[in-house]
């Protein structure tokens, strides 16, 4: 559960280490894991409410298949993934965030442009690393336009001087304001360019970021006005890579609940390898409580 290895390769390292003494079935191991999951579920309750009350989380969602259909895994985490909690879901949209700490949550949201976590929390920071990558795209895709290089440009002055000013109480007001209009100067060239060269119906993906960084202007530059606000979702993002590579061994869970599992436990695991200096002994007194 704990490290990107699959069934198989855990039952072979036990089996190799006691000399094959020790040969577990695979309906043990995911009785483990189920076992782990349920005698957790309050500790998984209290993560649930120290998220709802945090002033700032990221969420993301990522795909993941089950008998060869697709399911979704849902993270929400604190800066610097203080807490954090997986969630499996069989859809995604509104019905994936039903019983997530996103459905109920009143604080400020960091996510990607999935316009789903927009009917949530109460203020919103777009992902600007995704933003970035998408400027990158249209410099190389609509080279003779230049509203995406100056717009990547502003993005990296403004996130160094936000980070330059981190411990700060607030940023000062002139130089943000002098930001937002570049930024607004920025987007006028845009408007003026695609005017003057349309999007071509091949790609379209410059010509929307545009009119998403237009119409979502508070959500690109929260980071500015609110320093606890991070700039980036690559919090989120870390806690599902961990996911991703788990299904890349796994392949294919058997059931939905051995995602299900799967999550409850890593949840559990994540809190316990940050107050235990060994793993080990602080799920064997899981187990034993």
């Known amino acids: 559960t704990d ?23 695979k309906g043990m191991v995911n009785k483990l894991c ?30 993941a298949r089950v008998n060869g259909k697709s399911a979704y895994v849902f993270v929400c985490s604190t800066p610097e993934e203080e807490k954090t909690l997986y969630f499996a879901r069989e859809k995604k949209g509104h019905e994936g965030v039903k019983g997530t700490v996103v459905q109920d949550y009143q604080g400020i949201l960091v996510h990607d442009h999935e316009s789903t976590f927009y009917h949530y929390g109460t203020k919103h920071q777009e992902c600007l690393a995704h933003v970035q990558r998408y400027l990158k795209n249209s410099m190389e895709n609509e080279p003779s336009l230049a509203w995406n290089k100056e717009m990547h440009s502003l993005l990296q002055r403004m996130i160094h001087y936000r980070n330059e000013h ?49 119409e979502k202007e508070t959500e690109h530059l929260l980071f500015l006005h609110d320093l606890r606000v991070p ?43 940050k107050n235990n200096p060994n ?11």
């Open 3 to 25: 490290c990107a290895v699959s069934i198989d390769k855990s039952r072979r390292i036990l089996s190799d280490l006691t000399g094959g003494k020790l040969n577990i079935s």
């Open 34 to 63: 189920k076992e782990l999951a349920s005698k957790t579920e309050g500790d998984r309750r209290k993560v649930f409410a120290d998220l709802l009350s945090a002033p700032v989380m990221h969420t993301d969602c990522t795909n």
């Open 166 to 214: 981190a411990d700060e109480v607030s940023l000062d007001l002139e130089v943000v304001t002098d930001f937002e209009s570049e930024y607004h100067a920025i987007l006028e060239k845009a408007r003026e360019e695609y005017e003057y060269e349309p999007p071509s119906e091949y790609y379209r993906d410059g010509y929307n970021l545009y009119r998403r960084m237009r």
């Open 231 to 273: 700039t980036t979702n690559n919090t989120a993002e870390r806690c599902l890579r961990d996911i991703k590579r788990k299904q890349t061994f796994v392949m294919a869970f058997r059931s939905f609940e051995s995602l299900e599992h799967l999550c409850q436990s890593k949840s559990v695991l994540l809190e316990v390898r």
């Open 279 to 289: 793993v080990y002994d602080a799920v064997v007194n899981i187990f034993n409580t």
